[in-house]
């Protein structure tokens, strides 16, 4: 369920060619297995639309087909079984096209996505406002959401995409003010891990603070198991989403006798798969490192030579060899998850 006070929704897209099967269905499994809530795979030519019931066959997670110009793709996504579709008014360029979609959306009981671009705002709209901005994109939306609707369509989220991320944040309240539509916050100046994070992370965090948001989808260039790790990351320091492990660990100094960045990536890895809420500290002295791990529903600081375990404020083992300390955690963190 998508808006209407449910939790926001975690989305993500492929980035295989989905007509290759085998890769395809691997990264929606990959990206099932960390979490993801909707996965979209992009529906270039109508002749990529007969993937979509094998996948939908493979996978359970609804499956949106990222259809975007061509109202023929769309129309034979539905056909095929999609369960959503992502459309860009603007680019398929005519109400009765647009309709059409909506038509058959109703029909077949699926939602679909108006994704509004600043870059391919009709031409009405375009002379009107000169220079588009956040309430040229929020107008166009209403307008597309209305023909939807004229249609008997009511299943309708909204994406838009002003001119850099401040515009689209803008843009987003102005439409989160003027109605009451689900919106799928994806802002645009995704880029590479760490710039791409911190990037949409500004951006998403000021909405959803704001309570404006219903589902999002974090935009890297990488895997996009990737972008469901950063958006649960956020979702949980917002207080969100109550989903995985939070691992909580220190940022090391000279205190520190192991190697706390190599062991705080594998457990990353190891627990990714979790989706118990548990706050995990890994803490790289036992000088500092217990006050936190204390804090954590399990927690484990670091000496030089050995390592000493915590739950939920008390000391529950000492002495733990550091060759056994990451099995000791692992163990905990699966008893504390079943
Ligand atoms: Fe340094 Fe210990 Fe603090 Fe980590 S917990 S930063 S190792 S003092």
């Known amino acids: 369920m998508i808006g209407g006070g ?11 060619d989905p007509q290759d099967l085998q890769q ?14 909707v996965a979209a795979v992009a529906l270039a030519h109508e002749d990529i639309c007969r993937s979509i019931p094998f996948l939908k066959k493979e996978v359970e997670m609804p499956i949106v087909g990222d259809v975007l110009f061509n109202h023929a793709i769309a129309l034979k996504a539905m056909e095929l079984g999609i369960d959503g579709v992502l459309i860009n008014p603007g680019v398929i360029g005519n109400a009765r096209k647009v ?13 679909v996505c108006i994704a509004i671009d600043i870059g391919s705002l009709e031409k009405r709209i375009q002379k009107k406002y000169q220079t588009p901005n956040a309430a040229a994109v929020v107008e166009s939306a209403l307008y597309h959401a209305r023909l939807l609707e004229d249609a008997g369509h009511a299943a309708i989220g909204i994406s838009l995409k002003a001119s850099g991320t401040l515009e689209t944040v803008e843009a987003y309240r102005r439409i989160s003010d003027a109605s009451d539509y689900p919106l799928c916050l994806h ?37 996009p198991v990737q972008e469901v790790a950063a958006a649960f990351h956020l979702l949980r320091g917002l207080g969100l989403r109550k989903r995985g492990v939070n691992i909580v660990s220190c940022p090391t100094c000279c205190k520190c006798r192991v190697d706390l960045r190599g062991i705080v990536a594998e457990f990353e890895k190891e627990t ?14 036992e000088a500092n490192g217990p006050g936190e791990a204390r804090e954590a529903d399990i927690g484990i600081a670091f000496g030089a030579q050995r390592a000493t375990l915590f739950g939920k404020g008390s000391v529950r083992k000492t002495g733990i060899r550091l060759e056994l300390a990451k099995g000791v955690l692992l163990e905990e963190i699966a008893n504390l998850s079943r």
């Open 6 to 16: 449910n939790p926001v929704v975690v989305q993500s897209m492929v980035k295989t």
């Open 24 to 37: 395809t269905l691997g990264q929606l499994r990959d990206l099932k297995r960390v979490g993801c809530e």
């Open 99 to 111: 309709k059409e979609v909506a038509t058959a959306a109703r029909e077949s009981r699926i939602p």
């Open 187 to 223: 802002l645009p100046e995704g880029g590479p891990l760490f710039s791409g994070v911190i990037r949409s992370s500004a951006g998403l965090a000021i909405l959803l603070n704001e309570g404006v948001g219903d589902t999002i989808r974090v935009s890297l260039t990488g895997n």
């Open 272 to 285: 990714s798969h979790i989706d118990t809420y548990l706050n995990v500290a890994i803490m790289g002295c």
